[in-house]
């Protein structure tokens, strides 16, 4: 049986990548991660995307090779690709986070050398985009 993956990546959006492009997105992503048991939630700072994604890691790796060329962004960083024992974003298809206070964080993550204290503000993230109350999980 294969294993179930996390992964977690942070890119920058293309200039015409707007509100209702984010919207397509999400709308696709929705309805292709219910049919591939696939979880997770996507992030948007206004400069930035962050997005963890939960599944099989045969559909989720595979996926992420997708993700990485798409027009709508660029300067794609994988954080994090771990397997996992248990769902975080279970009860999403691709929850939904707009905040442009988490800007500085991102752009943090998405620049220079990997820094140790990287793991935790990950973590932080991480749980922040599975938390924050203005967000809509679906």
Do not use: K
């Not at 999400?26 to 994604?53: E, M, P």
């Not at 939960?54 to 960083?77: K, N």
């Amino acid at each position: 049986m294969p294993s179930l993956r996390q992964l977690f990546y942070v890119s920058r959006p293309t200039p015409l990548c707007g509100a209702a492009t984010i919207q397509d997105i999400l709308q696709i992503s929705r309805r292709n991660n219910r049919q591939r048991d696939i979880t997770g939630c996507l992030l948007y700072s206004g400069d930035h995307f962050a997005q963890v994604l939960e599944g099989r890691s045969d559909v989720v790796e595979p996926l992420l090779d997708r993700i990485a060329v798409d027009p709508r962004h660029h300067e794609v960083r994988v954080l994090r690709s771990m397997p996992c024992s248990a769902r975080r974003y279970g009860d999403w298809s691709m929850g939904y986070v707009h905040d442009g206070g988490l800007a500085e964080a991102l752009h943090a993550l998405s620049s220079g050398p990997a820094d140790p204290a990287d793991a935790a503000r990950i973590d932080a993230l991480l749980d922040r985009m599975r938390t924050d109350p203005v967000m809509g999980g679906y």
